[in-house]
């Protein structure tokens, strides 16, 4: 089992939609998670970080977490043609020792 | 200039020569960590470092080794370049504690031939 999984996708939803996009993990240990946005060949940038139980919101951006069902989720509000991008789950794993991310999922919003 | 920097950004290398990748930060930060990427795979940790006397090894650590020559300062080398080690290198820094993000640097596309 992967410490931090995925949905690959991609995942297509026209202009102006929610996306939704999902992770579990397996470390009940884990404390702190994030997601990154990956655009093709570059480096991925931090969107949202959340350490609670809860909704964490910023802009069009909401974080979730869920530790009793080890869940996180993002939802983009208002997506547009520029979300279009691979999302990336981490958590620090093993004690807060590692950084381990998901495979990511691939977020298409079209026209 | 970036906080991350990696050289070189783009490297053809043939098989079985040594190919070191490196990293400077000016962040600050005494964690670093490098990873790849490959289509499909995520990004996957290869070694991580707490400080200049810490070092782990990731979950893809084979086939590769690394050098903590100071605290802004991270180096991946791959003793014997093999085809399969084909990918997008990217290295990380962060602080410390559990609620600090990791800031990444451009990324070292790596061909091995």
């Known amino acids: 089992q992967k410490e931090v999984e995925q949905n690959s996708g991609p995942l297509s939803v026209p202009e102006g939609a929610i996306a939704s996009l999902n992770c579990t993990y397996s470390?009940?240990?884990?404390?702190?998670f994030f997601w990154y946005r990956q655009y093709s060949g570059k480096s991925p940038e931090l969107i949202m970080s959340i350490y609670s139980n809860g909704d964490k919101e910023d802009g069009r951006f909401t974080a979730q977490l869920n530790k009793a069902s080890q869940y996180v989720s993002l939802l983009i509000r208002d997506s547009q043609p520029s979300d279009s991008a691979t999302y990336l789950c981490a958590s620090f794993t093993g004690g807060g020792n590692k950084l381990t991310f998901g495979t990511g999922t691939q977020l298409k919003v079209e026209l | 200039d970036a906080d991350v920097t990696q050289t070189p950004r783009n490297r053809i290398t043939k098989t079985g020569k040594r190919i070191m990748l490196e990293c400077s930060q000016t962040?600050?930060?005494?964690?670093m960590y490098w990873y790849r990427q490959d289509p499909g795979l995520g990004l996957r940790l290869i070694y991580y470092s707490f400080d200049v006397k810490d070092i782990n090894k990731g979950e893809i650590s084979d086939g590769y080794s690394v050098s903590r020559q100071a605290q802004a300062k991270f180096s991946l080398s791959l003793e014997s370049a093999i085809p399969n080690q084909t990918a997008l290198y990217f290295c990380?820094?962060?602080?410390?504690?559990?609620?600090?993000?990791?800031?990444f640097g451009q990324g070292t596309r790596l061909t091995v031939v």
């Open positions: 470390d009940r240990g884990s404390q702190s």
């Open positions: 990380a820094t962060r602080a410390g504690g559990t609620n600090t993000e990791a800031f």
């Open positions: 962040k600050g930060h005494d964690r």
